[in-house]
């Protein structure tokens, strides 16, 4: 027997009660082998009779294989009929001419389906599957496309008719195809095929759902990344809004103050650098990028109440009274008087900081500050970092009243008390910081300085047109960039800067610098109409973009307009003369080795004489476009740091700290010969390995080892004593995506190294 198991569940006991419980008999088909070939048989069963109980039954068995090809083979449409025989579940012939209906085939599921529906009559019996299998209202929609006219008029078009339809017989609900073949001998007459196809159909709905899914799922992301970049917008907006009023504030300051102007970005600086400091050492505070870069921009807004001090007072050329020092003083308060009158759409998180700096960066640690004698960490973390950078500018700047100390005699000034009390953790962090401190005070008196290499100023006959609409912002610019030589013509809007462009035979400037945020047309607008204006050399002219806004879209805006490069205001001296270097259309030899020259001192270091952490972050910014761009670039970085330097300050002195530190920079760039060496911190340097250095990396760092274990066994610091811990990290395109994670691992591997000196005695 082929079908043993179909056999024996239709032989069971349960089965064969459970059909003979509402019919008499019932017929069971099933294959079995006749002559080494399948044959199709018949069970008949009947109750036996008088049983109600089904304890006897009687069956009956017939050969019906030969009875049914005879069947199929007779009929005209043979081979149609055999074809679906061998796929479908149930397969008749009906003649709606004659209505009359012929079975070719009927599977268990659909016996057992007419057994319960109990009907005789074949057109019924059929009619029943679609009547009773089906749900309501799938009926009522089979109905009428399922009907003897719709059939026939599909067929004498198509030659096949087929509808997808739901039905319940036995098994649940389930999908079904009920194919309809014409016959084309007889009009009137059709071949009809039912099978099962619902895991067809339910893996299509599937794959729609799935397909809908992603529709919706992008379509999500769509909406998400639209109300991002309105959010972006909305704070784009609300940033320039943030950096215009410190802007305007800070211009009004240094109009009334002259010796505020500089003080205001010099106090920037120092502060940003120290915020740093106390983010890496002191993570208590809370301190992070957002947060330091919005004390840094706020604390240019310090000293803003003395907009509000008598001229009589502010510009006297002397030490104060004390009664008016006493009202000098209150410019801490009058300056939040104005800051609490800001408009609804400055940022929350820059007044907040803003209302701290001006109000308590004249408190105290121990309580003898202004104006609310605060004491310890009463004083908001932001106040107590303007308090020092505010203090060391004024100790460094040379007044009507004083002298300018040098960057030491404040350090020690400041960290010996003299200038009041200040927090235990801001000094640990001022002392490490002290070298960046030194480095920012020497890149103030770079850019100031009159002689540039035999030359009297650093912008010496450079023709700058300078685009800017607020008055005094162009007011300061002109001046400072005056000061180092450049002749500047200003110039309020946008048309007035095209018609002093169009105005002329040819462009007579060296570069313009163009405000983006114009009130009559924006900048790159300005720059684009001023390339096409048609006067030789405006084509060529380098324009460069100047704003008070750090927005990334904006700055890559002003690239796209053909812009060169992109300076923050305040403009730099420095890094405007970088960006000639590269830009300005005069190739003069003796212009461009004297630019350079400008720059070189601007990104060394002036101890050591490698390079400072400007170029640093320079050249961690390069590395960090190729890897954005998938150039992959091969590099290494070490890092460096010097043992035992506080131990030699504090016994020696810091000028034998000084040569301490040489000593060890010196041994870092004997090792590494070919590859640029920052000095990064006071005690810290790092080197970027590439090329050949990066080639030999393993042998290199042997190689440092051995040097170090030399110099830490010389007998002096004067014949070449050093000692450094050191680490060193290669940079992995398929795991890493930024510069700073090969820093990071470098850092931590040369801190590991410090603790195992420390541990087995090579420390000292």
């Known amino acids: 027997m082929h079908d043993v198991d179909k056999f024996k569940s239709a032989l069971n006991r349960d089965n064969i009660k459970s059909r003979l419980g509402s019919l008499d008999d019932f017929i069971f088909e099933y294959r079995a082998y006749k002559d080494g070939e399948l044959a199709s048989y018949e069970m008949h069963v009947w109750k036996a009779k008088g049983e109600k109980e089904c304890t006897y039954v009687v069956l009956g068995f017939k050969d019906v294989s030969e009875e049914k090809q005879r069947k199929l083979a007779s009929h005209k449409n043979s081979m149609i009929l055999q074809s679906l025989v061998e796929g479908f579940e149930y397969v008749c012939y009906i003649d709606f001419g004659n209505e009359t209906i012929e079975e070719y085939h009927t599977s268990k599921r659909f016996e057992y389906f007419f057994d319960i529906v109990?009907?005789?009559?074949?057109?019924?019996?059929?009619?029943?599957?679609?009547?009773?299998?089906?749900?309501?209202?799938?009926?009522?929609?089979?109905?009428?496309?399922?009907?003897?006219?719709?059939?026939?008029?599909?067929?004498?078009?198509n030659g096949s008719y087929s509808i997808e339809c739901r039905m319940n017989l036995g098994r649940g609900s389930r999908y079904y195809s009920v194919k309809?073949?014409?016959?084309?001998?007889?009009?009137?007459?059709?071949?009809?095929?039912?099978?099962?196809?619902?895991?067809?159909?339910?893996?299509?709905?599937?794959?729609?759902?799935?397909?809908?899914?992603?529709?919706?799922?992008m379509q999500l992301e769509t909406t998400i990344a639209e109300r991002t970049a309105e959010l972006h917008e909305k704070a784009k907006s609300l940033n320039q809004i943030n950096e215009d009023i410190i802007e305007l504030l800070g211009n009004i300051t240094e109009a009334r103050d002259v010796e505020s102007g500089e003080h205001i970005k010099r106090v920037k600086g120092f502060t940003n650098i120290l915020a740093r400091r106390i983010m890496k050492?002191?993570?208590?505070?809370?301190?992070?990028?957002?947060?330091?870069?919005?004390?840094?921009?706020?604390?240019?807004?310090?000293?803003?109440?003395?907009?509000?001090?008598?001229?009589?007072?502010?510009?006297?050329?002397?030490?104060?009274?004390?009664?008016?020092?006493?009202?000098?003083?209150?410019?801490?308060?009058?300056?939040?008087?104005?800051?609490?009158?800001?408009?609804?759409?400055?940022?929350?998180?820059?007044?907040?900081f803003s209302m701290e700096i001006c109000r308590s960066h004249h408190e105290k640690?121990?309580?003898?500050?202004?104006?609310?004698?605060?004491?310890?960490?009463?004083?908001?973390?932001?106040?107590?970092?303007?308090?020092?950078?505010?203090?060391?500018?004024?100790?460094?700047?040379?007044?009507?009243?004083?002298?300018?100390?040098?960057?030491?005699?404040?350090?020690?000034?400041?960290?010996?008390?003299?200038?009041?009390?200040?927090?235990?953790?801001?000094?640990?962090?001022?002392?490490?910081?002290?070298?960046?401190?030194?480095?920012?005070?020497?890149h103030k008196e770079e850019i100031h300085a009159a002689p540039v290499t035999g030359t009297a100023y650093a912008l010496s006959d450079i023709r700058l047109l300078l685009v800017e609409d607020n008055k005094l912002t162009r007011k300061i610019t002109t001046e400072i960039l005056s000061e180092e030589g450049a002749v500047v013509v200003s110039v309020e809007n946008g048309k007035a800067a095209i018609d002093n462009i169009s105005g002329k035979d040819a462009v007579d400037y060296d570069a313009i610098l163009m405000d983006l945020m114009l009130p009559d047309m924006d900048g790159w607008d300005v720059a684009a109409k001023i390339k096409e204006c048609g006067v030789k050399g405006a084509d060529e002219v380098p324009i460069i973009a100047i704003s008070s806004s750090s927005d990334e879209i904006m700055k890559q805006k002003a690239l796209d307009a053909g812009m060169v490069a992109y300076i923050p205001k305040p403009v730099s001296v420095s890094a405007l003369t970088k960006i000639l270097i590269r830009s300005m259309r005069s190739e003069q030899d003796s212009l461009k080795k004297r630019l350079e020259e400008v720059v070189k001192r601007a990104n060394n270091d002036p101890l050591t004489g490698v390079k400072n952490i400007t170029a640093y972050t320079e050249a961690v910014?390069?590395?960090?476009?190729?890897?954005?761009?998938?150039?992959?670039?091969?590099?290494?970085?070490?890092?460096?740091?010097?043992?035992?330097?506080?131990?030699?300050?504090?016994?020696?002195?810091?000028?034998?700290?000084?040569?301490?530190?040489?000593?060890?920079?010196?041994?870092?760039?004997?090792?590494?010969a070919h590859s640029p060496v920052y000095r990064i911190g006071g005690d810290e340097f790092a080197i970027i390995l590439t090329g050949e250095d990066y080639a030999k990396r393993n042998e290199l760092i042997d190689d440092i080892g051995e040097r170090i274990v030399k110099a830490r066994d010389i007998d002096s610091i004067e014949n070449g004593k050093a000692s450094l811990a050191v680490g060193m990290s290669v940079f992995n395109p398929y795991t890493d995506f930024s510069v700073a994670t090969v820093a990071k691992r470098a850092d931590d591997?040369?801190?590991?190294?410090?603790?195992?000196?420390?541990?087995?005695?090579?420390y000292n």
């Open 281 to 352: 050492d002191y993570p208590e505070y809370g301190l992070d990028e957002e947060k330091i870069s919005l004390i840094t921009s706020a604390s240019a807004l310090h000293d803003v109440g003395k907009i509000m001090i008598p001229d009589a007072i502010l510009r006297k050329p002397g030490r104060f009274t004390p009664e008016e020092f006493n009202q000098m003083k209150q410019h801490c308060e009058r300056g939040c008087e104005i800051l609490e009158r800001a408009p609804k759409g400055w940022d929350e998180s820059y007044l907040n």
């Open 180 to 217: 309809a073949l014409a016959d084309r001998r007889n009009p009137e007459a059709v071949i009809i095929g039912i099978t099962d196809i619902d895991e067809q159909i339910r893996a299509e709905i599937e794959k729609k759902e799935r397909a809908q899914e992603r529709e919706y799922s």
């Open 749 to 762: 591997s040369m801190y590991v190294n410090k603790r195992m000196m420390e541990y087995d005695g090579t």
């Open 365 to 442: 640690w121990d309580g003898k500050g202004y104006p609310n004698g605060l004491c310890g960490d009463e004083i908001p973390i932001s106040a107590q970092i303007v308090s020092v950078a505010d203090c060391f500018d004024a100790l460094t700047t040379k007044r009507v009243y004083k002298d300018a100390y040098t960057p030491e005699q404040a350090f020690d000034m400041i960290m010996n008390g003299e200038c009041g009390a200040f927090s235990p953790k801001v000094m640990e962090a001022f002392k490490k910081a002290k070298d960046e401190f030194k480095l920012q005070f020497l």
């Open 621 to 672: 910014g390069e590395l960090t476009r190729k890897i954005a761009d998938k150039e992959e670039p091969e590099f290494a970085i070490v890092m460096c740091d010097v043992n035992h330097l506080k131990s030699i300050n504090d016994t020696f002195g810091h000028q034998m700290g000084d040569r301490y530190i040489k000593n060890c920079s010196k041994l870092i760039c004997k090792t590494y």
């Open 118 to 157: 109990g009907e005789k009559d074949q057109l019924k019996k059929f009619d029943s599957i679609f009547k009773h299998g089906m749900p309501e209202e799938d009926f009522n929609d089979f109905r009428i496309r399922f009907n003897r006219d719709n059939i026939l008029d599909e067929l004498s078009e």
